[in-house]
Nanobody
Framework: QVQLVESGGGLVQVGGSLRLSCAAS????????MGWFRQAPGKEREFVGA????????YYSDTIKGRFTISRDTAKNTGYLQMNSLKPEDTAVYYC??????????????????WGQGTQVTVSS
């Protein structure tokens, strides 16, 4: 069993940056994939990107490619979502998720078994 806890959300102005963290506990995430999703009010949950824990390979949604970067610290069992050049449309609750899977191309909710509680990101104009 894996528990995930996100942190780092908040209020930021347009063009600003935030870094979200996703701390995992219960077991090391070796041979896991960690994904990031977001859900804006009234919209479906949307894939942001994912990282393969073993080798650090990443995979991003075209919507955020070039502005967001996913990384991980294997020693801390923690993943990160660095968000730059934030726009009002990036406002959402951001979730991390994990699955025991050696790879990175997991881009739908049903692909993941474990989820964090979410953290709110609000971008003000």
């Amino acid at each position: 069993q894996v528990q995930l806890v996100e942190s780092g959300g908040g209020l930021v102005q347009v063009g600003g940056s935030l870094r979200l963290s996703c701390a995992a506990s219960g077991r090391p995430l070796s041979r896991y994939a960690m994904g990031w999703f977001r859900q804006a009010p009234g919209k479906e949950r949307e894939f942001v990107g994912a990282i393969s824990w073993n080798d650090g390979y990443t995979y991003y949604s075209d919507t955020i490619k070039g502005r967001f970067t996913i990384s991980r610290d294997t020693a801390k069992n923690t993943g990160y979502l660095q968000m730059n050049s934030l726009k009002p449309e990036d406002t959402a609750v951001y979730y991390c998720a994990a699955k025991n899977y050696y790879g990175v191309r997991l881009a739908t909710e049903k692909d993941y078994d474990y989820w964090g509680q979410g953290t709110q990101v609000t971008v003000s104009s």
